[in-house]
């Protein structure tokens, strides 16, 4: 069976800490990792991740996959409130549907 | 363009009737899905459709039905609602085909907020 597994559930922080947010995967065919930010309403994208060791980078994100231990990160440097989130890690399957992890709910307190 | 839009936003429903969540989207993706969103569960995916004319189930699907007419519309079909059926329902939608970097980013759209009584 398909797993997704994120950690911490929930992390509380101040402005300016830098957080990992970690996602582990079970899957059948792995094709890619996608990181998304949901706020009140839809998730939005945020990184795909095919090839393991290639750090991607979008401003104070960063995330990288490691395939052989088959797990990926997401690093937020410098946080701000506009940083608090859900963060939900995705897998690509071999039925090229997305399977959710459960997601990481981070708080930045002013 | 719109993206993805779906409607109703809000929707109360009495056990046992039926409903249908209406998404569209107009960015000409092939590949069209339903998930629903309950608190500790993530998203979990109902049914999803590659293009007119397919569809197939996702994890959970029981108590729901698709069609896919068009390449833009993606209805979903409640049968008899259920109180376990509460819950925030999304409608993404990204290209099929495996070319370019980008392939597998689903567009979502806003949600419709369903409690069944």
């Known amino acids: 069976e398909d797993k997704v597994v994120q950690s911490p559930l929930s992390l509380v922080v101040h402005e300016g800490d830098t957080v990992t947010l970690n996602c582990s995967y079970e899957?059948?065919?792995?094709?890619?990792l996608l990181w998304y930010k949901q706020e009140k309403k839809a998730p939005t994208f945020l990184f795909m991740l095919t090839s393991s060791g290639i750090e991607k980078k979008s401003g104070r994100l960063s995330s990288i996959l490691d395939k052989k231990e088959l797990f990926s990160i997401l690093n937020i440097t410098a946080t701000q409130t506009g940083d608090s989130a859900i963060y939900l890690c995705?897998?690509?399957?071999?039925?090229?549907?997305?399977?959710f992890g459960t997601g990481t709910r981070l708080t930045v307190i002013p | 363009n719109a993206g993805v839009t779906q409607t109703p936003k809000f929707q109360v429903l009495k056990t046992g009737q039926s409903m249908t969540l209406q998404c569209a989207q107009d960015m000409n993706h092939e590949y069209m899905s339903w998930y629903r969103q309950d608190p500790g569960m993530g998203l979990r995916l109902i049914h999803y459709?590659?293009?007119?004319?397919?569809?197939d189930q996702g994890e959970v699907p029981n108590g729901y039905n698709v069609s896919r007419s068009t390449t833009e519309d993606f209805p979903l079909r409640l049968l008899s609602a259920a109180p376990s059926q509460t819950s925030v329902y999304f409608c993404?939608?990204?290209?099929?085909?495996?070319?370019?970097?980008?392939?597998?980013?689903?567009?979502f759209g806003p949600g419709t907020r369903l409690t069944v009584t």
């Open positions: 899957v059948t065919n792995f094709r890619s």
């Open positions: 993404a939608s990204r290209t099929s085909g495996l070319a370019g970097g980008r392939s597998y980013e689903q567009y």
């Open positions: 995705a897998v690509v399957t071999g039925a090229n549907n997305l399977f």
């Open positions: 459709s590659v293009g007119a004319g397919i569809t």
